[in-house]
């Protein structure tokens, strides 16, 4: 889904260094950001599916975590091999606006047998983690355990999208900045802070699946 005014989501570029980090644990580029293996890669675009589907951001969000965490064999952006698995992946997603992106993607890691797992955080919740740090923080605590987070957004009425979070940054005041794909750039992560410019209405964690689960 494209804003409404170019820029209105809050999403400012951030021109990292292409230090790719490995996981479990993030890791701290020469620059102070914590980067998830895989981030500095080309992702998928909502632009390269624009024939196949509709309000697909958070389809393509999905599509980006298999290419970003390695959980299914994700072809390179661009090719019809992408396609085809975004067509598998749409399947389950569907268009947009999509409100309820975790037991979605749930049906779809558990029918394709992919070793992920996804668990949505309620309005209550992402309250509660902003009393303890921010939602930023939060998220930054769950990319350290080894997860995935992806946030859905709203910049107006009828203006939602879902982003990719890739890494986190701190800022000289002590907040964090989150580092997302926002599925309009073939790569190049954009900066983030959480309910500035556009307002966090959803939090996806998704729990990669170790082989005794």
Not at 56 to 66: D, E, G, Y
Not at 165 to 180: A, C, D, I, M, P
Request: hydrophobic content about 40%.
């Amino acid at each position: 889904m494209m804003p409404f005014i170019k820029g209105s989501y809050g999403f400012r570029p951030y021109h990292d260094a292409g230090q790719n980090n490995p996981l479990p644990a993030a890791s701290a580029d020469n620059r102070g950001a914590f980067l998830l293996c895989g981030s500095g890669r080309a992702f998928a675009t909502t632009g390269d599916f624009q024939n196949d589907a509709r309000n697909h951001c958070a389809a393509t969000t999905v599509l980006n975590l298999l290419l970003l965490s390695g959980a299914a064999r994700a072809p390179q952006p661009g090719t019809a091999a992408a396609r085809d698995l975004f067509l598998r992946v749409h399947r389950y997603i569907g268009n947009g606006p999509v409100f309820r992106l975790a037991p979605k993607a749930a049906r779809l890691f558990r029918e394709e047998q992919i070793p992920l797992t996804s668990e949505a955080l309620s309005p209550r919740q992402i309250r509660r983690s902003s009393e303890r740090g921010g939602i930023a923080a939060y998220i930054a605590g769950e990319l350290r355990r080894g997860n995935y987070c992806a946030v859905m957004v709203e910049a107006a009425v009828f203006a939602w999208h879902w982003v990719l979070v890739t890494g986190y940054k701190f800022q000289e005041n002590g907040g964090t900045v989150l580092l997302v794909e926002d599925n309009w750039h073939r790569r190049g992560m954009q900066e983030y802070i959480p309910d500035k410019g556009s307002i966090v209405r959803g939090i996806c964690v998704f729990h990669p699946l170790t082989p005794d689960k």
